[in-house]
């Protein structure tokens, strides 16, 4: 039977896999990542599994050491745009920075993803980690934690107001009297704030979702805050139940804070899974891909969450345990990773090429080898738990990695009542069950406009 809460499944696309080593193995296609094809094809895989949505994560900046790993700089709003051609309703989520975009463009270039796609568009809110970043935009210092977060406000508020812009019934299109537009519903924004300036009126009206979806990625104290106030879904990283359940709790209070409906932010925690019909077979898995790991590949990742160098340790020693311990008051990038390595220090006590192993799967995200049932238990576990409003599925390899979740663990989820068999909207508020937000000038009585 159909239960009334539904999980949300989203499909986080990474070219080769999540796992690092992903494209030196067989069953990845690394040759076809800057193929538009091979992209709309995991799309159709994920709209017939009926998945919610399929997301990119992105960076202004080369941050992937392509010495031993295959990335594709391909930018994911262009990309989203040639999916949503291929596809009918699957929800279509691009990650685009604050710290790097302007308002104005960014509003654009989600307000067409979402007119394309029929109302499918998601934009994933990130302040951009890396440093690297800022050497690319003429600056000389990547502005800090607080700044970003500063600067991501301002942003999100000028974005929604130009979204906005437009009411609803602005669009007359009275051919008869030659009126197109009602400019009476036509609003500047005048945004004014301590970063940015954006006088407004937007150039299109408002989209079929009325806005796109607001989604957040960052974790740290100001990355939560932000959440609550902001984000309608929300991805992280957790390794235990425990810990996503704290989390889980914690945004959904700090959106009540806000005056907001916690359903109306849907947390997604991410989750690598590893499938075989044994669960020793989904273990071998696991090893084999971990066996394609190159150690520099991982060290200099682990260095950059170390904020140390880290090439004078034996690979087979225990990591040393003060290389994390100020995890909880580091103030820079990167923070609430940091946390998520600093626990498996300390809880699992690994050898660095343990550490890189268990991190080589999905940097930090949880990864699980299992049978479908396995992989299906315990996702209804933390969904049932209070841990998880659903996932952000992100298979270790490409394209094969989703189609054995589409194919063995979505029928489970299905047919135990909590997973879609059709869609039953076609925008991305749809699937996740998220209002159609009301333009905020159209509350606005007529003199003060
Ligand atoms: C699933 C997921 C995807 C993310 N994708 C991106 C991304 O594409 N680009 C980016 O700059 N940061 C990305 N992040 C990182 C966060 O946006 C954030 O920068 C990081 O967690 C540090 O911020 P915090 O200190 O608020 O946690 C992602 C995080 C998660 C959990």
Known sequence: MTELRQLSLNAFIYPSGHHEAAWRHPWSRPDRIYDVRYYQEIGRTAEAAKLDAVFFADGPALRTEVKHNAASGLEPITLLTAIAT???????????????????????????????????AGWNIVTTGTDLAAANFGLDSHPDHAERYARA?????????????????????????GVYA??????????????????????????????????????????????GKYAEAIFTAHQRLEDAQAFYADIKAKAREFGRTPD????LPGIS????????????????????????????QLEGLANTSLRHLDLDEPIPL??????????????????????????????????????????????????????????????????ADGFNVMPPYYPGGLEVFAESVVPILQRRGIFRTEYTGTTLRDHFGLTRPESGFAQQPALAR
């Open 153 to 177: 406000r301002e942003f999100v508020d000028a974005v929604v107001a130009l979204w906005d812009s437009w009411e609803d019934d602005a669009i007359v299109l009275d051919r008869e009297s």
């Open 273 to 300: 899974p590893f499938i075989a019909d044994t669960e020793a077979g989904a273990k071998r898995l696991e090893r084999e891909f971990n066996e394609l790991t190159v150690p520099e590949y991982g060290l200099k």
């Open 182 to 227: 009602d400019t009476d519903k036509i609003h500047r924004i005048d945004f004014a704030g301590a970063y940015l300036k954006v006088r407004g009126p937007f150039n299109a009206p408002r989209t079929p979702q009325g806005r796109p979806v607001l989604v957040q990625a960052g974790a740290s104290n100001e990355g939560r805050a932000f959440a």
């Open 322 to 387: 003060e290389l994390f311990s100020d995890a909880g008051d580091v103030t820079d990038n990167d923070r609430s990773r940091r946390q998520v390595v600093a626990g498996i220090v300390q809880r699992e006590r690994p050898t660095v090429r343990g550490l890189l192993h268990r991190l080589a799967g999905a940097r930090g995200h949880r990864v699980f080898a299992g049978t479908p049932e396995q992989v299906a238990d315990t996702i209804e576990e933390w969904f049932r738990d209070g841990a």
């Open 86 to 120: 291929a596809t009918t309703h699957l929800g279509l989520i691009a990650t685009a920075s604050t710290t790097y975009y302007e308002p104005y463009n960014l509003a654009r270039l989600f307000s067409t993803l979402d007119h394309i796609s029929g109302g499918r």
């Open 264 to 267: 109306q932010v849907k947390i």
